[in-house]
């Protein structure tokens, strides 16, 4: 199982966060299948390759130390796939994933860790 994790602190109040993050994950060909409003989980559509292939983003914000201005959310990119190569598709996905969160134009990344 190819997996990946990052961790991105963004400046950004809560409540515009939840809706440009979606359209983020959106904007990458996921779809989102589960929300709770601190917990978000989307699945890439179906269709472009092998279901085994298929990428799954967990999201968790953690509004535990949130504030006003900046929230810190962390990300965990998976799919079924072994990771039998550097650039496989799960990676791609996370590169693709991170540049998107990266160059948000309805936020401004404060730090990033990849895990």
Request: hydrophobic share 45%; net charge negative; aromatic share 8%.
């Amino acid at each position: 199982m190819a997996r990946y994790t990052c961790s991105f602190t963004i400046a950004v109040s809560l409540d515009h966060l939840l809706h440009s993050l979606i359209e983020v994950l959106q904007s990458c060909n996921f779809d989102i299948i589960y929300d709770t409003g601190d917990y978000l989980m989307a699945r890439e559509i179906p269709g472009h390759i092998a279901f085994a292939k298929l990428v799954t983003v967990e999201v968790l914000i953690d509004k535990s130390i949130a504030t006003a201005q900046e929230v810190r959310m962390n990300f965990v990119i998976k799919n079924e796939e072994l990771p039998l190569q550097v650039d496989n598709h799960c990676r791609q996905m996370f590169d693709l994933v991170q540049l998107a969160v990266a160059e948000n134009r309805h936020w401004q990344l404060v730090e990033s860790v990849i895990g």
